[in-house]
Structures are given as structure tokens and as C-alpha cells.
């Protein structure tokens, strides 16, 4: 499958957000965080940020965030429910990558992702990323375990 990236509009914004996951993944559901679900629904607050991934027929298969923190781009990434677990997050994951190399040139890359999530951190580790630091989190109305993940953009 190949991936191409546009900028997020409105239209996938809210296809994005109506995407629910099964558990214990329904965590990552965008109705769990009311600033978050803000964020992406509203054009300003996205800003230009997110990006929309279509597959080679042209369907909503997934998106990224891309943010700036100095030299290091901040990635948020999520792939359409049905097509997790299927294999598909190693080259998503890349492909999204290779994008924000060409488009932003940063120094680096970093990601957080809750620690219950083992397949997604599999996923990361295979990518070349390490992991940074553990912490908490308050996010979906509790505070959970997080860890952040880096990866140099040079490799």
C-alpha cells in the first residue's frame, strides 16, 4: 500500500474523530479528551499541523501531526481502526516519516504513547526509536503512564 499526504481538512477532521477503537485501544478515541477532539475539529487550532494520509484509491486511511519543539518535530500519528493490528503501522510509520523529513528537515523526531500500548511501542522501537522517559499524564480523565520515544532524523 502506498501513502500520500495532504493537509487536514475539515471534511477528514471529522472522520478522524468519529473513528472509535476497540479496547483497550478505545484510550486513543477522540471523543476521550475534550481538548484534544477541540484541537482537531477546529481549522484554528489545528492550524496547519495535521495532515491527512489516503491510501492509493485515494481513501482516509490514517493521519499525522507534525510539531515544532525547536530542532525536534513532536509526531502524533493514527491509523483508520479497521486496518490496525493488521501489519501496516511499520510502513505507515515510515512513510510518515520520510514526509515530515522532506517537508521540515528536523533534527530529530519524538512521540508519547501510553505505556499499555505494547503493540504500538514494538511498532516505534522497530522504527529506531528509544525510549526517553517515562512519566504521567493527565489526559481522557485520568492520569496515566506514559513514556516518550525519540529518534534521530538523521538516520
Same mark, same amino acid.
Given at each position: 500500500m $502506498?501513502? &500520500?499526504?495532504? *493537509?487536514?481538512?475539515? $471534511? +477528514?477532521? #471529522?472522520?478522524?474523530? &468519529? /473513528?472509535?477503537? *476497540? #479496547?483497550?485501544?478505545?484510550?486513543?478515541? /477522540?471523543? &476521550?479528551? =475534550? #481538548? +484534544?477532539?477541540? =484541537? %482537531?475539529?477546529?481549522?484554528?487550532?489545528?492550524g496547519d499541523a495535521y495532515f491527512a494520509v489516503d491510501d492509493d484509491q485515494g481513501e482516509l486511511v490514517g493521519y499525522f501531526s507534525f510539531k515544532p519543539d525547536g530542532r $525536534?518535530?513532536?509526531?502524533?500519528?493514527?491509523?483508520? *481502526? +479497521? %486496518? $490496525?493490528?493488521r501489519g501496516l503501522g511499520g510502513t505507515f510509520l515510515a512513510t510518515g516519516l520520510e514526509y515530515a523529513r522532506e517537508q521540515f528537515a528536523p533534527d530529530g523526531f519524538s512521540l508519547a504513547v501510553a505505556t499499555f500500548n505494547e503493540r504500538a511501542i514494538k511498532v516505534y522501537e522497530r522504527a529506531g526509536f528509544e525510549r526517553a522517559r517515562v512519566y504521567m499524564h493527565e489526559t481522557n480523565g485520568g =492520569? /496515566? #503512564?506514559?513514556v516518550e520515544m525519540r529518534l534521530s532524523a538523521r538516520g
Amino acid at each position: 500500500m $502506498t501513502y &500520500s499526504f495532504r *493537509p487536514m481538512a475539515q $471534511t +477528514d477532521a #471529522e472522520a478522524v474523530a &468519529s /473513528w472509535r477503537y *476497540p #479496547e483497550p485501544f478505545s484510550f486513543y478515541d /477522540w471523543i &476521550s479528551d =475534550e #481538548e +484534544d477532539l477541540a =484541537e %482537531l475539529l477546529h481549522a484554528d487550532l489545528r492550524g496547519d499541523a495535521y495532515f491527512a494520509v489516503d491510501d492509493d484509491q485515494g481513501e482516509l486511511v490514517g493521519y499525522f501531526s507534525f510539531k515544532p519543539d525547536g530542532r $525536534t518535530l513532536v509526531v502524533g500519528l493514527g491509523l483508520r *481502526p +479497521d %486496518l $490496525t493490528g493488521r501489519g501496516l503501522g511499520g510502513t505507515f510509520l515510515a512513510t510518515g516519516l520520510e514526509y515530515a523529513r522532506e517537508q521540515f528537515a528536523p533534527d530529530g523526531f519524538s512521540l508519547a504513547v501510553a505505556t499499555f500500548n505494547e503493540r504500538a511501542i514494538k511498532v516505534y522501537e522497530r522504527a529506531g526509536f528509544e525510549r526517553a522517559r517515562v512519566y504521567m499524564h493527565e489526559t481522557n480523565g485520568g =492520569e /496515566w #503512564e506514559f513514556v516518550e520515544m525519540r529518534l534521530s532524523a538523521r538516520g
